[in-house]
């Protein structure tokens, strides 16, 4: 009884603290499912390096990079500052983008400039026909579209059972809360939001891993 007592105290209790305090902005102490099991990337979708892309048991960030990706890469350094060096040490931890095809050379030249800031072996780029990624885009069943350039600014987290993660339900004032995806053109949005609500994902797994007496990273 006593060792079980310790045991919680070393290894339970600081991570459901680490879940309060990293609720910070966002109320919910685990991070409601928007859209339930979304698809997986198309096995068949061409990528930079011909290697398979899954969501797959994996902690995603799924973007969708638009036919003009180095007119907005702004937004990608941005997210790349703001999120991804601070969680790329994760195991299982991506990032996703979906892209028309006769992008590739852009995405190529993108990883470059990033590459020279940090490890960009987490980026993935997975190219499909404009028609395939207005498909697939429906069927994450989400409020906002696609603009005319098969992009969005908008970015969304995805967990290791491809449940579409979000906010949904109240805030702390009492109001209705709703939020599906984080704007990569507002380093507010993905320092406030978006951080506190990878932050929160990431305890669960780590709320998870302890309870599965589990010893590695995720």
Do not use: C
């Amino acid at each position: 009884m006593k060792k079980n007592l310790v045991l919680f105290i070393l290894f339970v209790l600081p991570i459901v603290a680490y879940l309060f305090f990293a609720s910070g902005v966002n109320s919910f102490i685990t991070l409601p499912t928007i859209t339930p099991t979304i698809p997986n990337v198309d096995a068949q979708w061409k990528t930079l390096n011909d290697k398979k892309v899954t969501l797959d048991a994996k902690i995603t960030i799924l973007g969708f990079a638009g036919e003009n990706i180095m007119a907005n890469s702004g937004n990608f350094f941005t997210l790349n500052q703001k999120i991804y060096n601070k969680y790329r040490e994760f195991k299982d931890f991506q990032f996703v983008f979906i892209a028309p095809e006769g992008t590739e050379a852009q995405a190529q030249r993108l990883l470059k400039e990033l590459d020279a800031l940090t490890d960009v072996s987490g980026y993935h780029f997975v190219f499909a026909k404009r028609e395939a990624i207005q498909a697939y885009h429906a069927q994450l069943k989400l409020l906002g579209k696609l603009d005319d350039n098969f992009g969005t600014p908008y970015v969304y987290i995805v967990d290791k059972k491809r449940n579409l993660r979000g906010r949904k339900g109240k805030s702390d004032q009492g109001k209705p809360e709703y939020k599906e995806g984080y704007n990569t053109t507002s380093a507010a949005d993905l320092h406030n939001d978006m951080m506190d609500d990878v932050k929160i994902i990431l305890a669960e797994y780590r709320l998870a891993l302890k309870r599965n007496n589990a010893d590695r990273k995720i």
